[in-house]
């Protein structure tokens, strides 16, 4: 990769009556200004101010081929290495921006930069067969702000989309034509040229004026030369003809007004003038990142990789040998990754050391990343299971009653039918095994509490409310608040349910202590075993 600076280029369109504030100096590239203050009216000023301007060329009184040869040969020829290239004209109305890049094409001597260099890239296409190279173009048209497709039917002009991403632009859905030919590819240049929006302008009454920037494209692809290495190059060719600039630019001007305006205008033309040479100063101080589009065949690429990866095996297995670690296979086999699968199973539900898990090597480890996912995702959907499975609808009230299970089991109140409805004491053998996939006998276990804190929870949430069941809880309701039987209940509840919740407590407390225990006993074992190799 290379920075290189944007080269810049001054042409000199011939005129009758050169200005006398301009003076050129072809030998040292620089073109000096001299700024009459008075030329510009307002108050008489006394001084005269100079300015310098410096370029990478003046261009004067030559040649289109000349220009080709100085400004634009270089660039082609990076192209055809692969670089990205851009020839942009830019200057004020019918200061010769469309002469320099289209010119006339009647004869090739009048052509233009664009003829020129489709004729040199299809010259090199022609003479070096060796080198495969595909040649499209595209040709757009930025006009009022809108891109137009120059190579596209009319109709499908406005599809284009632009995309930026990491400092390129992309166009999105313009027409790009495969030439084969460079008649192929100057037709299409010529035919974009008629689709082209332009306009009579004052400045530039001779040939029309153009009323847009544009952009024809030359997309070059070819091997890099050598058969034994099949890399491709894709760069493109960018030759911009960019709308002329100027104060009286898209204004239409009565034939009456035109000689006035000339003569009004030559001060701000002027202007103009040192805002371009400005322009180009500026230009010049830019760097651009140069680098070579590789297109690379992706086969050719797939065997570059299966070789490099057949080399390093070959490395590793003489670095194994040679450390006395020939039992190492990189590789796993189905044998191998079902003994993993059952060293993991062994560490996550027999609490086996993890120790005792082979990590020897990256294949090893990935695997065993994968079992552990694996068995994280099979709980995960168990859990989900089990979730589902406590979401009971049924409406607040009777859900508070029917959560407590254990309260009948201890003390004999009585039970819920499951229809949304308290009927009262019932014997603890007539209670059903579920109560909608609920367990009713509560074993005091961790998980179990667990999960009953995660039912309690649950019963907290308001639920939507059966309609048949409505004329029934208010009723229930009406029960227990307001006879005397129900309030005797209600009581009782509330009393079992606080006792029931002091035992899920302690009996959380102890699980947490059998797993204290448990881990202390694993740490004995440890340190016994770790006691036992020592001596
Ligand atoms: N170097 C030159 N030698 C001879 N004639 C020139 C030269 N440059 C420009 N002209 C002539 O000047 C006229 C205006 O040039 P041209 O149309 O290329 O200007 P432009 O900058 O493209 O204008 P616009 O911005 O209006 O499109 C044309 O008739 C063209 O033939």
Redesign the pocket.
Known sequence: MGRFRIKVYL?L??SDKPSPFIHIQPTSSTVQIDDDKHAGGGPPKNYTERRLFRFDGIIQSSSQEAVFDECAKGVVEDVLTGYHGTIFAY??????????MTG?TKTFIYCGLIPRCIHRIFEEKESKPAAEIKVHVSYLEIHNEVIYDLLAKREAASQITTLEEDGTVEFRGLTRVLCTTEEQALKLFFEGERHKAVAV?P??Q??V??RSHCMFTLYVERHAGMASIPEKTAAKLNLV?L??FGQSKGIEFSEQSKKEIVNINKSLIFLEQISSFRFAQFVQELNTNAIINKLLDPTYTRRKYERQISDLKQELALKDALNGRTDIAYDLTDEMKSELRARVNDFLLQDAEVETIPVDNLKQVREIFKLFREAQMTMLAKLEVLQKELRVTVDVPMMKESITPTLEEEVGVGELDNQGFHVGVAPVNARPDSIDGIPSKMNVNIDDVLASTLFDQQMEAPKKVAPNREKKNKAFIYFKHHTSEGNEYENFLKETRFVLRLKRKLAQELCNHINEVKFDIANLNRLQVTYCRKT
Not at 91 to 100: D, L, R
């Open positions: 042409r369109r011939p200057g004020q109305v019918g200061s010769g921006k469309t002469f320099t006339e302008h400045l530039n001779v040939q004026s153009s003809d709308a002329g």
